[in-house]
C-alpha cells in the first residue's frame, strides 16, 4: 500500500482476480493504483525489475501534472482508510508527494525541504546524502 510503484503499461493479471475486485474505478484519475491496491488484498503482487515496455511521454502526459497527481494519491488512499498500513501509506505518498514539488518546481524549494524533514528526517537525510555525494561524483568526474 505504500512502498510499490507499479507500472500501468507492463501489468500482467489474471482476469478472474480483475473480475474479483471488480476492476477500475473509473471516477478516480489513477484507476489503476487503486485497482493494484485492492489486487494485493487478494493475492501477492510481484514487481519485476526488467524493463518489458517503453513509456510515451509527451507534454499532455496526467502525469505531469504534479499537484494533480499528489492530491489523486490521496485520493484513492481514502478508499482503504479502514487498513492497518493507511496513516503509513498517507505518511509515505505525502512524503514522496512533497519530494516530488521539490525536485520538479523552482520556486519554494527551502520550504518544501524543511516539509520533507518534518515529514520523515531520516529518509530525507538519506537521500539528500545519497544525491549529494552523486553530484559530486559527476562534478568531479567531468575536472
Known amino acids: 500500500m505504500h512502498k510499490h510503484s507499479l507500472l500501468a503499461p507492463t501489468q500482467m493479471i489474471r ?60 485520493d484513492v488512499l481514502s478508499y482503504f482508510s479502514d487498513s492497518k498500513l493507511y496513516d503509513k501509506a498517507v505518511k509515505n505518498i505525502k512524503w514522496h508527494n512533497t519530494y516530488k514539488e521539490f525536485a520538479f518546481l523552482n520556486d519554494k524549494k527551502l520550504l518544501m525541504l524543511i516539509k520533507l524533514f518534518t515529514l520523515s528526517p531520516v529518509k530525507t537525510t538519506k537521500i539528500s546524502l545519497k544525491n549529494a555525494i552523486k553530484n559530486l561524483v559527476l562534478k568531479n568526474s567531468f575536472i
Not at 16 to 39: F, P, S, V
Open 15 to 74: 482476469m478472474q482476480n480483475i473480475r474479483n475486485t471488480g476492476g477500475y474505478k473509473a471516477d478516480l484519475l489513477i484507476e489503476d493504483w487503486y485497482m493494484w491496491l485492492l489486487l494485493s488484498k487478494e493475492a501477492d503482487i510481484y514487481n519485476m525489475c526488467h524493463v518489458f515496455a517503453l513509456y510515451r511521454k509527451h507534454d499532455t502526459n496526467t502525469s505531469k501534472d504534479i499537484s494533480k497527481m499528489n492530491h489523486c494519491k490521496l
